[in-house]
């Protein structure tokens, strides 16, 4: 295994549990899911965007690595996702499915949307003699 792989997967995850941990703060005060819904869609569109920049582009393995295993990874959340999931079905069975449209086609929507605007930026930011028109 690559050391720079693992710094780059170890800081990116620590940056991204960190974010989390500080954006899940902001909501301390009301409805606690918002913040795991915020994190996994913002989550989602990242490494979205991510896999369509390495698309149009080349990326240093060190660098994918770090963003997508190590920063997405530790900023998005399943299983606090899953104990949402719970609490609000608890509540209201349609509060806890909304939520689960919410994040999965939310996510799904992110990703594509990060996808898109990825590919578009590897392939914008290409030298010109390498862009293709």
């Given at each position: 295994m690559n050391s720079k792989v693992l710094i780059g997967v170890g800081t990116g995850g620590a940056v991204g549990a960190l974010l989390r941990y500080m954006i899940s703060n902001m909501f301390m005060e009301s409805v606690m899911f918002y913040s795991t819904l915020l994190v996994n869609l913002l989550g989602s569109l990242i490494l979205?965007?991510?896999?369509?920049?390495?698309?149009?582009?080349?990326?240093?393995?060190?660098?994918?690595?770090?963003i997508g295993v190590g920063f997405c990874g530790g900023f998005t959340t399943m299983?606090?996702?899953?104990?949402?999931?719970?609490?609000?079905?608890?509540q209201?069975?349609?509060?806890?499915?909304?939520?689960?449209v919410l994040s999965i086609f939310g996510g799904i929507?992110?990703?594509?949307?990060?996808?898109?605007?990825?590919?578009?930026?590897?392939?914008?930011?290409?030298?010109?003699d390498a862009r293709t028109e």
């Open positions: 979205g965007g991510l896999t369509g920049f390495v698309l149009a582009r080349q990326m240093q393995e060190w660098l994918k690595a770090s299983s606090t996702f899953a104990l949402d999931v719970v609490a609000l079905t608890q209201t069975v349609i509060l806890g499915m909304i939520y689960v929507a992110c990703a594509l949307m990060g996808l898109i605007l990825g590919e578009w930026i590897g392939h914008n930011r290409a030298p010109k």
